[in-house]
């Protein structure tokens, strides 16, 4: 089966404490990107990716840190500088790359994250 | 202002109508549309996409974009149960999507 994993589905952590969200993909797309979904406030981006080794920051990347040395995985690491850290975590690809448009992102089921 | 606006609903309909639902946007650059639904703690599916102006259909789905108007269009026809969910518009023009809030349908039997 082709598609987006994302793990845990439910993720409890102290407040202080660093966590690293997977996304791995088995579609061979070449750009991935990390959302944030919170209550009335839609998806916001955090950060992006579009080839193995390079990536970008997105709208809220402040107290988020990524890595992207396969092309099938994209870790988020929230850090304990984020200061408003519990949200549900979205990962998406695309097979569009530089400088073509990414419509068709492709989602995983998500990570719901509560830091106490 | 927001890039992207969308009424958050709710939106409840009985089975078997027509839902419309919408977007207007601001940015006239804006060239890829698409809609997407979401279930309850689930990722969201891309459900329509459509490049530029123009209508694009599929099953009981049309997705409508009037680029005049800087407004799009989701219609579902003959609503079931099952299509209860948050449906998100989203556009893009570069390497970057921009999302509406969502707009959550309840379709009761």
């Known amino acids: 089966d082709g598609g987006i994993t994302q793990s845990p589905k439910y993720l409890f952590r102290k407040e202080g404490q660093n966590v690293t969200l997977s996304c791995e993909q088995n579609?061979?797309?070449?750009?991935m990107y990390w959302y944030r979904q919170d209550p009335g406030q839609g998806l916001r981006l955090i950060y992006y990716?579009?080839?193995?080794?390079?990536?970008q920051k997105g709208d809220i990347a402040e107290g988020y840190s990524v890595s992207r040395e396969k092309k099938e995985s994209f870790p988020l690491t929230v850090t304990s500088a984020q200061k408003n850290p519990t949200a549900f975590y979205l990962c998406?690809?695309?097979?569009?790359?530089?400088?073509?448009?990414?419509?068709?992102?492709?989602f995983g089921p998500g990570t719901r994250l509560t830091v106490t | 202002q927001k890039e992207v606006e969308q009424d958050p609903g709710p939106l409840s309909v009985p089975e078997g109508a027509i839902v419309s639902l919408n977007c207007t946007y601001s940015?006239?650059?804006?060239?890829?549309f698409m809609w997407y639904r979401q279930y309850s703690r689930k990722g969201p599916e891309l459900l329509m996409y459509?490049?530029?102006?123009g209508n694009k259909e599929d099953g009981r789905f049309t997705a409508q974009v009037d680029k005049s108007s800087k407004y799009i269009s989701l219609f579902i026809r003959d609503s079931q149960p099952s299509d209860s969910a948050t449906y998100l518009c989203?556009?893009?023009?570069?390497?970057?999507?921009?999302f509406g809030t969502g707009t959550r349908l309840q379709v009761f039997p």
């Open positions: 459509t490049y530029s102006s």
């Open positions: 579609l061979n797309h070449d750009a």
């Open positions: 990716s579009q080839i193995v080794n390079d990536f």
């Open positions: 989203a556009m893009t023009n570069t390497d970057k999507l921009i």
């Open positions: 940015n006239s650059a804006f060239q890829y």
């Open positions: 998406a690809s695309t097979p569009r790359s530089w400088a073509q448009s990414s419509y068709e992102q492709y």
